[in-house]
T-cell receptor
Framework: GAVVSQHPSWVICKSGTSVKIECRSLDFQATTMFWYRQFPKQSLMLMATSNEGSKATYEQGVEKDKFLINHASLTLSTLTVTSAHPEDSSFYIC??????????????FGDGTRLSIL | AQTVTQSQPEMSVQEAETVTLSCTYDTSESDYYLFWYKQPPSRQMILVIRQEAYKQQNATENRFSVNFQKAAKSFSLKISDSQLGDAAMYFCAYQMGGNEKLTFGTGTRLTIIP
């Protein structure tokens, strides 16, 4: 079945550095990918919608200059947390939906990235 | 804006028994999709079951079934013959249309009592 790969699964870095997280659809094309953030014991909150070949759409309250999204191909979207600070520590998870074919295909999620900023 | 409400932060059930998790949502759309996702401690998001709003028949997947009440905007999940592996966070989610974002409820933590 469809698989979404997310890398890295866990990253620890110093405050002020930038961190890039990759989300790949392995066996299908996805014009749209979604980036969610999940704090401990809370639900998933959509950060932004990543659109292949165009600018991402950010949810209200999400800093676009802080969380850079690039969707350069139909199988890859990246989220870069720029100048990361401890408050950016969280669990980030992406999802993608198969392009074309039968409608209402469910979204497939990556395994998530645990980001810890020291 | 669409909202999803899960009013049960925690539920517990004896192994082999049946449990029902509640979910209500608010939308002005007539066509949409509803989902239940399971998130175990590994934090993987696992699709449990989905329902298309235009279908009157309730979806079922083995031990999992839903009670979809469109007029009441209710979408509950019933787990039959509960197993230890069912222990997880369960999230109800709404999607307006294909390739649209998911809106999640706050989740219900399900504990299975041996």
């Amino acid at each position: 079945g469809a698989v979404v790969s997310q890398h890295p699964s866990w990253v620890i870095c110093k405050s002020g550095t930038s961190v890039k997280i990759e989300c790949r659809s392995l066996d299908f094309q996805a014009t749209t990918m979604f980036w969610y953030r999940q704090f401990p014991k809370q639900s998933l909150m959509l950060m932004a919608t990543s659109n292949e070949g165009s600018k991402a759409t950010y949810e209200q309250g999400v800093e676009k200059d802080k969380f850079l999204i690039n969707h350069a191909s139909l199988t890859l979207s990246t989220l870069t947390v720029t100048s990361a600070h401890p408050e950016d520590s969280s669990f980030y998870i992406c999802s993608a939906q198969r392009l074309g074919g039968v409608l209402n295909q469910p979204q497939h999620f990556g395994d998530g990235t645990r980001l810890s900023i020291l | 804006a669409q909202t999803v409400t899960q009013s049960q932060p925690e539920m517990s059930v004896q192994e082999a028994e049946t449990v029902t998790l509640s979910c209500t949502y608010d939308t002005s759309e007539s066509d949409y999709y509803l989902f239940w996702y399971k998130q175990p401690p590994s934090r993987q998001m696992i699709l449990v079951i989905r329902q298309e709003a235009y279908k009157q028949q309730n979806a079922t997947e083995n031990r999992f079934s839903v009670n979809f009440q469109k007029a009441a905007k209710s979408f509950s999940l019933k787990i039959s013959d509960s197993q230890l592996g069912d222990a997880a966070m369960y999230f109800c989610a709404y999607q307006m249309g294909g390739n649209e974002k998911l809106t999640f409820g706050t989740g219900t933590r399900l504990t299975i009592i041996p």
